[in-house]
């Protein structure tokens, strides 16, 4: 498997990563040599093998419904840009 | 299952609309789905948020028993099969809600498979047709923050405590074929949900809420191209949907067009939908299996406690009020759409009052009252206690059904229990024969002319001799007992 420019151009977009033309060309040799490296493992066959969830044998730890955390909003709003009235202010995003 | 029959006429002919919806409905929990955070609605901005939640570097989702076990609880209660195994998606896309950057959803491996809810078309008319609507399924993923955009000339308002608070996404098949069908499936969709206790099915508060599906075809023919309309949070807009979305793609497919897949949004203002016009990307969620989650295995003995948890469900109550209490089919459906009246009525029932008077003075005299006064069961002056007690005095006899309503009325301004104000007022009906064939013989003494004429063969004059017994004993005769004496002395 190997992409091209536009594929290159279009997971930087979908990603919100500005590439210029000249880093997206850049970009495309090693792209396709890391999907060729990890392609690699589509040798070995593994058929008849459950796909694996972890490396360790573990199960899946839940929590019980209680309140833990919250009421810390000038530590969540600390790094935000802009702030406005307790709430993060963001460019105007309206269809 | 009857076919629908409603249709658009076009200038081609007669169209079926085909709907499919995808109802999220807020799982009712204290804490958000993969944080400790509450879920409580109406708070200050962002006081409802943890590093999970604003998606700090490092955090770890854990995952909520509760919602898991309420999802299961609902998959159950639409006899669905639940997954034992199941496992989280990422689902990436960037908005500004959404600090995670995806989306933590089941698109793979969801936790409920497939179910089926039966729909009665028309709530009013138990004898309307029964539409079996399948379920494809029910996933568990995150609802995003609430963006406000009308608050600032250049900047949208982001609050994310809602961000994170779990919800289930309820999948139906391309089974309805009109909006009233749409419409029902969407309330009994919402009185499961709140018989099982896993969602409030608060459509206002935004707590259940749903995309539309809708295609438009020749009946009988493949279906249509569809549209999906988002975020449709009540069932008059769903219904205005469905109505609109299908003219439009009639009109559309008649002028030579054709219809586009893609994402619409409701203006409630103008009873329209309009493209969303977004990108193709937006799209393009790049789904994989979330890293950070393992998958989540439900034992057959955790999936045997939710079971045996869930209440008796609207279907099975109402065929028990028919069957066994001898209620009529309408009242049967109406006692039980809401969990809370069937709670009151049982309650009512528990306190000694015979089923089937209990049911159509619910229906008639107490939602007649509280409709007046605009007021809601839980909020009814008069408790289920004082209703059977009522109930009780018509039943014995010492009250008639006609003094009983004014007797209500009096519950209803004072509080008071009915038995008090029977005797305070001298409301006790008198069946003492002796007491009413003395006031008979005095009625029949003062209207001889029309003794004769009833003797004579003019029956509907009864009712004038029933009257005026009632009347002079101000309405406490026992009527039942007026009835025979009368008849005894006539005839």
């Known amino acids: 498997m190997s992409v091209d420019i536009e594929t290159v151009k279009k997971i930087a977009r979908l990603s919100r990563i500005a590439v210029s033309d000249a880093e997206a060309e850049a970009l495309l040799p090693e792209l396709n040599n890391i999907l060729g490296w990890v392609e690699q493992l589509g040798e070995v066959d593994v058929s008849g093998v459950e796909p694996t969830a972890a490396v360790i044998p573990n199960r899946l730890r839940l929590r019980e419904d ?30 | 299952m009857t076919e629908s029959n409603y249709r658009i006429q076009g200038a081609t002919g007669e169209w079926e609309v085909v709907i499919g919806l995808e109802v999220h409905a807020q799982i009712t929990s204290q804490s958000k789905l993969f944080s400790g955070s509450a879920t409580e609605f109406g708070n200050e901005p962002n006081t409802q948020v943890s590093l999970v939640d604003a998606a700090m570097p490092g ?33 990436n896309y960037f908005y500004a809600d959404l600090p995670q950057g995806y989306q933590i959803s089941q698109l793979y491996h969801p936790i409920v498979g497939e179910g089926t809810i039966e729909v ?15 379920i494809e399924r029910i996933h568990v993923e995150q609802d995003a923050g609430k ?31 009109s909006p009233g069908e749409a419409g029902a499936y969407v309330k009994k969709l919402r009185s499961i949900l709140r018989y099982v206790g896993s969602c409030d099915g608060n459509m206002e508060q935004g707590s ?138 049982e309650a009512v029932l528990g306190a000694g009052a015979k089923p089937k008077p209990a049911s159509n003075w619910l229906l008639s005299e107490l939602f007649g009252a509280l409709n007046k006064r605009d007021l809601t069961l839980a909020e009814s002056p008069v408790s289920a206690q004082q209703a059977a007690e009522l109930l009780g005095l018509i039943d014995d006899g010492t009250i008639s059904g006609k003094i009983a309503k004014d ?25 003492d024969t002796g007491a009413i064939e003395a006031v008979i013989a005095e009625v029949l003494a003062a209207n001889e002319d029309k003794v004769a004429e009833y003797r004579g063969g003019k029956d509907r004059l009864f009712g004038f001799f029933v009257g005026q017994t009632m009347k002079a004993m101000q309405g406490k005769a026992n009527p039942k007992v007026v009835n025979e004496l009368l008849k005894k002395a006539l005839d």
């Open chain 1, 66 to 95: 209680e309140v833990t955390h919250g009421d810390r909003r000038e530590d969540v709003l600390s790094n935000a840009p802009a702030r406005e009235d307790g709430f993060f202010g963001v460019p105007k995003v309206i269809e």
């Open chain 2, 59 to 91: 955090m770890l989702p854990v995952p909520n028993m509760e919602c898991i076990r309420q999802a299961v609880r609902t998959g159950l209660a639409i006899n669905a099969a639940i997954n034992s195994y199941s496992r989280f998606d990422r689902k």
């Open chain 2, 120 to 134: 009665q078309v028309d709530e009013k008319d138990p004898d309307s047709p029964v539409r079996s609507i399948g």
């Open chain 2, 147 to 177: 963006l406000m955009h009308d608050q600032h000339p250049t900047m949208s308002y982001v609050d994310l405590n809602r961000c994170g608070v779990a919800l289930m996404e309820i999948v139906s098949r391309p089974d309805m074929r």
């Open chain 2, 208 to 345: 259940m809420r749903a995309d539309v599906n809708v295609s438009v075809r020749k009946p009988g023919e493949e279906f249509g191209t569809r549209t999906e309309t988002k975020n449709v949070n009540s069932i008059r807009f769903l219904q205005q949907v469905v109505e609109y979305e299908a003219r439009r793609q009639v009109d559309l497919i008649e002028d030579g067009g054709t219809v586009e897949q893609e994402t619409r949004l409701f203006d409630p203002n103008k009873g329209e939908t309009r493209s969303m016009r977004s990108k193709e990307d937006a799209h393009d969620y790049r789904y994989f299996p979330d890293p950070d989650l393992l998958p989540v295995e439900l034992e057959d003995s955790f999936i045997e406690e939710c079971r045996a948890s869930l209440p008796e469900l609207p279907d099975a109550k109402r065929a028990r009020y028919e069957k066994e209490l001898g209620v009529s089919a309408y009242n049967a459906a109406v006692l039980t759409a809401d969990k809370e009246t069937a709670d009151w009525f």
């Open chain 2, 407 to 431: 007797v209500f009325e009096i519950m209803l301004e004072t509080g008071d229990p009915p038995a008090k104000i029977v005797e305070e007022k001298g409301l006790k009906q008198e069946s």
